[in-house]
C-alpha cells in the first residue's frame, strides 16, 4: 500500500478533477466513502453534482474562512493511498478504515479529538483512494504535521499486515524525492518517458561518476547539455548548484532549477566534495610492451575494472568482520562503475544497464556512512571506462564486457546480502533489481564469444577434452551432471582451461585458484562465472576468435583474493605453471 501526500491552494479546484473523469477518461464512479462526521455532502451519489460540489468545497473550507490570515497559505492536504498490484480489491468500508486511520496516524485528524481537520476519501478507482483535509482544527490551530508522510508510511505497513495485503519494504528515510504529481502531469503532457527530476538526477549521476574534481564533474554537466547555475557566499564560494532541462520551463516561461540536494541526498555539492576529495589514481596504459596483450582501451579498462569488482564483493561477503564504513563506501563506489558502464554500453545492453544502474543507486545509499574508507581504485575504474569511450559489443570489447557483466552480477548479489542482513529492506530490494537487470544485459553481451568457446570445447582432441573435463569432475562435484556423467554445459570451460594450459598454467591448480577466489553459491551458471576468471586471469582473449596470446613477462596467475571460508590469512600461492608445485587438492 503506498501513500503519496502533497498541498495546495485550492480546494475546489482538486475536488473538481477528483470528480471529473480524469485525465484519460480513468476515473469511474467518484462517490465518497468516508469524512470527518460521516454525513458530507457526495457529488457521486447527488442528482445536482455541481451543487453538491459547491456545498462541499464550502463545508470542507468553512474553518479556513473563519482563520483567515491565520490559516497556512497551502491549506489542502492531499495523500493518495494505492494497493500494490495483484493485492485484492478493498469494499468501500474497507477503505474508509484506511482513511481513518491514515488521519489518525498523521495527526490531520485523531481519534476522539473534536476539533480535528475535516477531510474526505475520495474512490474513482478500485486499487485506490484520494483523502483531502484543509488544514485548520476546529480550534482554528493549524494541526502538526510534522514527518506525515513518514508516519502514513508506516501506518500502511501495519494495515497491509492486518489486512493480508502485500507487505511492501519499510523506507528509512534515505532515498530520493518522488516525482510530484504535477511533474508527472508534466512529463505525461510533453511526452517526455519520465519526469525532469528522474533525468537530471540520472545525468548528475552519470556526471560524477570517475569525476576527477570538481571542475571536471561541472564540465560533464554542460557537455551533457545541462544547464547549471551555481549558488555563491558573500565571499564567493560555492555553496551549491542548480540544474535544468533545455527547454524544461514554468508557466512564467522561466527555466524549472532542481538543487543538487533535491535530486538525491547524495548529489549536494557538499557531499559530491567528498567523494572528489581523495581524486581518482590515474593509472599507466598497458601495452604488449609490459608483457601484456594490446587490448582495445574499451576491452582493456573493462577487464581491470573486473578484478577491482570482485575485490569489491569480497569486501562485501566479509562474513560480518569487516568495517560497515568500508562495505558502504564500496557501495558507493559499484554504484558509479555502473553508471560509468550505462553510459559507455552498446545499443543492445544500453536499456538493461541503464535500468541496472538506476535500481542500484538506490543501494547505495543507507544510514550507515560511507567514510574512511579508500574506493579510488573503483573511482579510477569507472574514470578508466568513461575516457575509453563506448565498446562496439562485439569482437574484444563484447567479449570483456560480458566478462565483468558476469562479475556485475555477483557483486549486485553481495550488496543485496549485505543490505538484508543489516535490515536495509529498500536497498536489499533495490540490489536484487539491478541483478536481474545485468543478468539479461548479460545473457546478450555473452551470446556470441560463450557460443564459441561451446564450439571449440567440442572440438578438441578427444583424450585432452576428456583430460580436462576429469579435472572439472574432481574440482566441481555439486554440480549437475549430464546423461554422461559430465557437468552440465561445460564445453567452454574445457576450452578455456585447454587455451590456459596452452599458454603456460597447470589447468587443476589454476581452475582451484579461480574456484578460491570466493564463493559462487549465487551463481545463475557456475560455469559462466569461472570461464570469465580463467580467461582474465590468464590474459586469454575473451573473444575466442582471436588466437590466445602467451604472456611475455611471466606465466604466473594473480595470486588469488582472500576467500571467505579457508584463504583469507592464505600465504601466496606458488606458482602454478610448475607441475611439483602443485597446492593439494581439496
Same mark, same amino acid.
Given at each position: 500500500?503506498?501513500?503519496?501526500?502533497? @498541498?495546495?491552494?485550492?480546494?475546489?479546484?482538486?475536488?473538481?478533477?477528483?470528480?471529473?473523469?480524469?485525465?484519460?477518461?480513468? $476515473?469511474?464512479?467518484?462517490?465518497?466513502?468516508?469524512?470527518?462526521?460521516?454525513?458530507?455532502?457526495?457529488?457521486? &451519489?447527488?442528482?445536482?453534482?455541481?451543487?453538491?460540489?459547491?456545498?462541499?468545497?464550502?463545508?470542507?473550507?468553512?474553518?479556513? +474562512?473563519?482563520?483567515?490570515?491565520?490559516?497556512?497559505? +497551502? $491549506?489542502?492536504? $492531499?495523500?493518495?493511498?494505492?494497493?500494490?498490484?495483484?493485492?485484492?480489491?478493498?469494499?468501500?468500508?474497507?477503505?474508509?478504515?484506511?482513511?481513518?486511520?491514515?488521519?489518525?496516524?498523521?495527526?490531520?485528524?485523531?481519534?476522539?479529538?473534536?476539533?480535528?481537520? *475535516?477531510?474526505?476519501?475520495?474512490?474513482?478507482?478500485?486499487?485506490?483512494?484520494?483523502?483531502?483535509?484543509?488544514?485548520?482544527?476546529?480550534?482554528?490551530?493549524?494541526?502538526?504535521?510534522?514527518?506525515?508522510?513518514?508516519?502514513?508510511?508506516?501506518?500502511?505497513? @501495519?494495515?497491509?499486515?492486518?489486512?493480508?495485503?502485500? &507487505?511492501?519494504?519499510?523506507?528509512?528515510?534515505?532515498?530520493?524525492?518522488?516525482?510530484?504529481?504535477?511533474?508527472?502531469?508534466?512529463?505525461?503532457?510533453?511526452?517526455?518517458?519520465?519526469?525532469?527530476?528522474?533525468?537530471?538526477?540520472?545525468?548528475?549521476?552519470?556526471?560524477?561518476?570517475?569525476?576527477?574534481?570538481?571542475?571536471?564533474?561541472?564540465?560533464?554537466?554542460?557537455?551533457?547539455?545541462?544547464?547549471?547555475?551555481?549558488?555563491?557566499?558573500?565571499?564567493?564560494?560555492?555553496?551549491?548548484?542548480?540544474?535544468?532541462?533545455?527547454?524544461?520551463?514554468?508557466?512564467?516561461?522561466?527555466?524549472?532549477?532542481?538543487?543538487?540536494? +533535491?535530486?538525491?541526498?547524495?548529489?549536494?555539492?557538499?557531499?559530491?566534495?567528498?567523494?572528489?576529495?581523495?581524486?581518482?589514481?590515474?593509472?599507466?596504459?598497458?601495452?604488449?610492451?609490459?608483457?601484456?596483450?594490446?587490448?582495445?582501451?574499451?576491452?582493456?579498462?573493462?577487464?581491470?575494472?573486473?578484478?577491482?569488482?570482485? $575485490?569489491?564483493?569480497?569486501?562485501?561477503?566479509?562474513?560480518?568482520?569487516?568495517?560497515?564504513?568500508?562495505?558502504?563506501?564500496?557501495?558507493?563506489?559499484?554504484?558509479?562503475?555502473?553508471?560509468?558502464?550505462?553510459?559507455?554500453?552498446?545499443?543492445?545492453? *544500453?536499456?538493461?544497464?541503464?535500468?541496472?544502474?538506476?535500481?542500484?543507486?538506490?543501494?547505495?545509499?543507507?544510514?550507515?556512512?560511507?567514510? @574512511?574508507?579508500?574506493?579510488?581504485?573503483?573511482?579510477?575504474?569507472?574514470?578508466?571506462?568513461?575516457? %575509453?569511450?563506448?565498446?562496439?559489443?562485439?569482437?574484444?570489447?563484447?567479449?570483456?564486457?560480458?566478462?565483468?557483466?558476469?562479475?556485475?552480477?555477483?557483486?549486485?548479489?553481495?550488496?543485496?546480502?549485505?543490505?538484508?542482513?543489516?535490515?536495509?529492506?529498500?536497498?536489499?530490494?533495490?540490489?536484487?533489481?539491478?541483478?536481474?537487470?545485468?543478468?539479461?544485459?548479460?545473457?546478450?553481451?555473452?551470446?556470441?564469444?560463450?557460443?564459441?568457446?561451446?564450439?571449440?570445447?567440442?572440438?578438441?582432441?578427444?583424450?585432452? @577434452?576428456?583430460?580436462?573435463? %576429469?579435472?572439472?569432475?574432481?574440482?566441481?562435484?555439486?554440480?549437475?551432471?549430464?546423461?554422461?556423467?559430465?557437468?552440465? +554445459?561445460?564445453?567452454?570451460?574445457?576450452?578455456?582451461?585447454?587455451?590456459?594450459?596452452?599458454?603456460?598454467?597447470?589447468?587443476?591448480?589454476?581452475?582451484?585458484?579461480?574456484?578460491?577466489?570466493?564463493?559462487?553459491?549465487?551463481?545463475?551458471?557456475?560455469?559462466?562465472?569461472?570461464?570469465? &576468471?580463467? *580467461?582474465?586471469?590468464?590474459?586469454?582473449?575473451?573473444?575466442?576468435?582471436?588466437?590466445?596470446?602467451?604472456?611475455?613477462?611471466?606465466?604466473?596467475?594473480?595470486?588469488?583474493?582472500?576467500?571467505?571460508?579457508?584463504?583469507?590469512?592464505?600465504?601466496?600461492?606458488?606458482?602454478?605453471?610448475?607441475? &611439483?608445485?602443485?597446492?593439494?587438492?581439496?
Amino acid at each position: 500500500m503506498i501513500p503519496d501526500i502533497g @498541498r495546495g491552494t485550492r480546494t475546489h479546484g482538486l475536488l473538481v478533477y477528483l470528480y471529473g473523469p480524469g485525465k484519460r477518461e480513468e $476515473h469511474t464512479d467518484a462517490h465518497l466513502v468516508g469524512s470527518w462526521d460521516g454525513f458530507a455532502p457526495d457529488p457521486g &451519489r447527488d442528482t445536482d453534482p455541481q451543487v453538491t460540489l459547491a456545498r462541499l468545497t464550502a463545508a470542507l473550507d468553512l474553518r479556513v +474562512k473563519q482563520a483567515g490570515d491565520r490559516a497556512p497559505a +497551502k $491549506h489542502v492536504w $492531499h495523500c493518495s493511498v494505492r494497493t500494490a498490484p495483484g493485492d485484492r480489491r478493498l469494499s468501500d468500508e474497507e477503505w474508509n478504515a484506511v482513511a481513518q486511520r491514515i488521519v489518525h496516524a498523521t495527526g490531520i485528524a485523531p481519534d476522539g479529538d473534536p476539533d480535528g481537520c *475535516r477531510w474526505i476519501a475520495v474512490r474513482h478507482a478500485e486499487d485506490h483512494i484520494h483523502i483531502v483535509a484543509t488544514l485548520v482544527r476546529g480550534d482554528l490551530r493549524n494541526p502538526r504535521l510534522n514527518y506525515d508522510f513518514n508516519k502514513a508510511q508506516a501506518e500502511c505497513r @501495519r494495515i497491509e499486515q492486518e489486512m493480508g495485503l502485500r &507487505r511492501l519494504n519499510a523506507g528509512d528515510g534515505t532515498a530520493a524525492k518522488n516525482p510530484t504529481s504535477a511533474e508527472k502531469f508534466k512529463a505525461e503532457r510533453t511526452g517526455r518517458p519520465e519526469t525532469s527530476r528522474e533525468t537530471l538526477r540520472e545525468a548528475v549521476r552519470q556526471a560524477v561518476a570517475g569525476a576527477d574534481d570538481e571542475k571536471e564533474f561541472f564540465t560533464r554537466l554542460r557537455e551533457a547539455g545541462l544547464r547549471v547555475k551555481m549558488r555563491h557566499a558573500p565571499s564567493g564560494d560555492a555553496l551549491g548548484y542548480n540544474v535544468a532541462l533545455p527547454g524544461d520551463r514554468n508557466r512564467h516561461g522561466e527555466p524549472v532549477w532542481y538543487p543538487g540536494s +533535491k535530486l538525491a541526498p547524495d548529489l549536494s555539492l557538499p557531499k559530491i566534495r567528498l567523494r572528489l576529495a581523495d581524486g581518482t589514481t590515474e593509472r599507466a596504459t598497458p601495452s604488449a610492451a609490459d608483457g601484456r596483450p594490446d587490448w582495445s582501451p574499451p576491452a582493456r579498462e573493462r577487464r581491470s575494472a573486473t578484478g577491482i569488482a570482485e $575485490h569489491a564483493a569480497v569486501l562485501l561477503d566479509g562474513d560480518g568482520d569487516g568495517d560497515d564504513d568500508e562495505a558502504a563506501a564500496q557501495l558507493v563506489g559499484v554504484g558509479e562503475l555502473l553508471d560509468a558502464v550505462a553510459q559507455t554500453s552498446p545499443a543492445a545492453t *544500453r536499456a538493461e544497464l541503464a535500468a541496472a544502474a538506476r535500481a542500484f543507486e538506490r543501494a547505495t545509499r543507507s544510514h550507515v556512512r560511507a567514510e @574512511r574508507a579508500d574506493i579510488r581504485a573503483l573511482r579510477s575504474a569507472a574514470r578508466g571506462i568513461v575516457q %575509453a569511450g563506448g565498446a562496439l559489443g562485439r569482437g574484444e570489447d563484447g567479449g570483456t564486457t560480458a566478462m565483468l557483466l558476469s562479475t556485475l552480477v555477483l557483486v549486485t548479489l553481495a550488496a543485496a546480502r549485505w543490505h538484508s542482513a543489516r535490515g536495509h529492506a529498500q536497498q536489499a530490494h533495490a540490489s536484487r533489481q539491478a541483478a536481474e537487470y545485468l543478468r539479461i544485459a548479460y545473457r546478450q553481451a555473452a551470446a556470441t564469444p560463450m557460443r564459441v568457446l561451446h564450439d571449440q570445447g567440442r572440438v578438441l582432441p578427444e583424450a585432452q @577434452r576428456r583430460t580436462h573435463e %576429469a579435472t572439472l569432475r574432481a574440482a566441481l562435484p555439486e554440480q549437475g551432471v549430464r546423461a554422461d556423467g559430465m557437468p552440465a +554445459k561445460t564445453d567452454a570451460l574445457v576450452a578455456t582451461l585447454a587455451h590456459a594450459e596452452q599458454v603456460g598454467h597447470d589447468p587443476e591448480a589454476f581452475l582451484q585458484q579461480a574456484i578460491d577466489m570466493r564463493e559462487l553459491d549465487t551463481a545463475a551458471d557456475v560455469n559462466d562465472v569461472l570461464v570469465w &576468471r580463467l *580467461r582474465r586471469l590468464a590474459q586469454l582473449p575473451a573473444h575466442p576468435g582471436e588466437a590466445p596470446r602467451s604472456p611475455q613477462a611471466s606465466t604466473r596467475p594473480t595470486k588469488p583474493s582472500a576467500n571467505r571460508t579457508s584463504t583469507r590469512n592464505a600465504p601466496p600461492r606458488p606458482a602454478v605453471s610448475d607441475p &611439483r608445485s602443485r597446492p593439494p587438492r581439496r
